[in-house]
């Protein structure tokens, strides 16, 4: 059984790592072999579940009759469970929305899952990795879902090749070569659930080669320094500055692999220059390694010529990684990479022994959507709106943030607001949080804390512009507070 635990947005970057693993299972442990009666068991069980809280208040259950299949009982062994826990006021039965955990507080009938209620107190989300969600193309992936599910293959609803199905693999190669400057060959691309995924797989295959320290830029993506952590690889800290990661320093670090974003750095918004881009392939050839290229935010450019990627300038030694999370939205969980011939067996392998392999029908309707061309199209639409929203955000920054230094704003979808030495970063997101605005601090992306610059990262994609004017006054007001109380 799933549940979602209700977390507030976060403010901090713990926080925020911590929503993103909110959902585990609750156990039920029943022992058949024991006198007490089953549904006696069962709603022990229930009811210490929802006294430690690990069925919060407003937690849907699952019917009588899917609980009873999932745990091999009789369903009137849950029934009976459900109606005394009812009795005793752990659980409500509502008349459409079937048995849910009762709140302390809230009188039953209001009690709103908790992450729900958590998501109705933000009004304005400025959250940097977001597109426009609202801009989904519904109508057009319902077509491309219905021609998908019309022309799969029955083969490839069976267990297919764990790198993804041909259609998409084929459908990837020819755009990302054509709108990304990649050196692409279906057989070289394995097909992810997200650029989360692809990081995580080539850290395994990097240790299991005997790779020990990894690159990475500083600041930068905090995620992807968790992962290759996570991954069990150490990671070692390269400046970024206005050429991006300053690869020249990587002969004297003893890293075996270097992680960058070199079409739109995570989070300064730079461009890897054409001179480092060649020094960090000069590097990887003669250390015998790869370099890993996350594509980020690369189809979104205002004021700035395409960047192309660093993977088409020498595609033995980059493992190139890219998503739909910011072209279509983070929810769909898809992603592809692209590997040197040495390696793309093993990525295979991995992706295989994960999760055996991405969801065919959506890997079947992307590929449709692909194709068809109506990926371009949605990304024509999308950059005129981005690009009016861009520029509200700068104008509501002029406005309430006159001090701040504003960076990165020639692409992507979110600008970067460094603070004045001695701000409270900090203080000024929870502020911003009280009155129901998201962001994210410019500290996070830091190695080093102690070094740290304060500064806000501001997505303005999902934002619409009067409320981009209203959320930034209100982080502005956020900061006057604190200026007063201090
Ligand atoms: C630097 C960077 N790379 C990649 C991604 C995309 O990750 P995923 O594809 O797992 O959603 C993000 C998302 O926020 C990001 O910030």
Request: some cysteine; glycine content about 10%; aromatic content about 6%.
């Amino acid at each position: 059984m799933a549940e979602t635990i209700g977390l507030d947005w976060p403010s901090s970057k713990s926080q925020f790592c911590l929503m993103r693993k909110v959902q585990f299972d609750t156990t039920l442990t029943l022992d058949r072999a024991a006198s007490r009666p089953l549904h006696e068991q069962l709603e022990a069980e229930l009811r210490e579940a929802v006294r430690a809280g690990r069925l919060r208040a407003g937690t849907a259950l699952p019917s009588s009759r899917a609980l009873a299949q999932e745990l091999g009982v009789a369903r009137g062994v849950v029934s009976e469970a459900y109606a005394q826990l009812c009795a005793e006021g752990y659980l409500v039965a509502r008349p459409r929305s079937g048995t849910v955990v009762r709140g302390a507080a809230t009188p039953p009938a209001a009690a709103a899952p908790a992450a729900a209620a958590a998501a109705d107190r933000i009004k304005v989300n400025f959250h940097p990795g977001l597109p426009d969600l609202a801009g989904f193309p519904r109508a057009r992936w319902q077509q491309a879902q219905r021609r998908a599910l019309a022309e799969i293959s029955d083969a490839d609803l069976g267990y297919g090749d764990p790198r993804g199905i041909a259609a998409l693999r084929d459908a990837l190669a020819t755009r990302l070569g054509r709108a990304r400057g990649t050196v692409a060959d279906p057989e070289r691309i394995v097909v992810t659930t997200g650029f989360t995924q692809g990081l995580a797989l080539t850290c395994r295959i990097l240790r299991d080669r005997g790779a020990r320290r990894i690159a990475v830029e500083d600041p930068g993506f905090f995620i992807s320094k968790a992962i290759v952590e996570h991954a069990g690889l150490e990671t070692v800290a390269v400046p970024v500055d206005g050429a991006g990661m300053q690869v020249e320093d990587l002969p004297d670090l003893d890293v075996d692999a270097a992680l960058v974003t070199p079409a739109h750095q995570s989070p300064l918004g730079v461009v890897l220059s054409p001179a480092r881009r060649s020094a960090l392939l000069a590097w990887a050839r003669e250390r015998g390694t790869v370099v890993i290229e996350d594509d980020y935010d690369a189809e979104y450019r205002y004021d700035r010529d395409p960047v192309g990627t660093v993977q088409g300038l020498d595609p033995e030694h980059v493992i190139y990684i890219g998503s739909a999370s910011k072209i279509l939205s983070p929810g769909m969980r898809l992603g592809w990479m692209l590997a040197p011939a040495g390696i793309v067996d093993a990525l295979g392998f991995a992706k295989l022994t994960t999760d055996g392999g991405t969801a065919v029908l959506e890997q079947m309707t992307f590929a449709r959507f692909v194709a068809d061309g109506e990926l371009d199209r949605h990304l024509r639409r999308m950059r005129l709106r981005y690009r009016t929203r861009r520029d509200a955000m700068l104008a509501a920054l002029d406005a309430w943030f006159p001090d701040a230094e504003v960076a990165g704003v020639a692409a992507g979808l979110h600008v970067t607001a460094w603070l004045p030495e001695g701000s409270d970063e900090a203080g000024i997101l929870a502020g911003g949080l009280a009155r129901g605005i998201v962001a994210q601090g410019l500290s996070w992306g830091a190695c080093d804390p102690a070094t740290a610059r304060p500064g806000l990262m501001l997505g303005y994609a999902g934002v619409p512009e009067p409320a981009i004017a209203w959320g930034v006054e209100q982080l502005a007001r956020a900061r006057e507070e604190l200026t007063a109380a201090s």
